[in-house]
């Protein structure tokens, strides 16, 4: 499969942004999926995970409340709304894949597919 994630930008403090992860080949609704984040020199973590049809989620401490992942199988495709944004949210957000398991992954490592993310800027 190959992902395409979309929607990132510069935005303020405070603002709203959504993030798409389009796919293509495979069988989406097979996938788990993920969103990560890498922030200028630091390592890439986890943000957001949510099952092969939805029904469970999980998310990091640092945007739980202000993040909602979902994802429309017609569509093959997942989202990320952003609320709320911080200073500290400036990072590539990229979405990945994972073909074994029925839940939600929170690893790297448990992901097969990668997209080559999409830029998020909060600042004044």
């Known amino acids: 499969v190959q992902l395409q994630a979309s929607g990132g930008g510069l935005v303020q403090p405070g603002d709203s942004l959504r993030l798409s992860c389009a796919a293509s080949?495979?069988?989406?609704?097979?996938?788990?999926l993920g969103w990560f984040r890498q922030a200028p020199g630091k390592e890439r973590d986890f943000v957001a995970a949510?099952?092969?049809?939805?029904?469970?989620?999980r998310y990091a401490d640092a945007v739980k409340g202000r993040f909602t992942i979902s994802r429309d199988n017609t569509k093959n495709t997942m989202y990320l709304q952003m609320n709320s944004l911080k200073p500290e949210d400036t990072a590539v957000y990229y979405c990945?894949?994972?073909?074994?398991?029925?839940?939600?992954?929170?690893?790297?490592?448990?992901?097969?597919?990668w997209g080559p993310g999409t830029l998020v800027t909060v600042s004044s």
């Open positions: 990945a894949a994972g073909v074994s398991g029925l839940y939600v992954y929170t690893r790297i490592n448990d992901y097969d597919y």
């Open positions: 080949g495979g069988t989406f609704s097979s996938y788990f």
């Open positions: 949510i099952s092969r049809h939805g029904s469970v989620t």
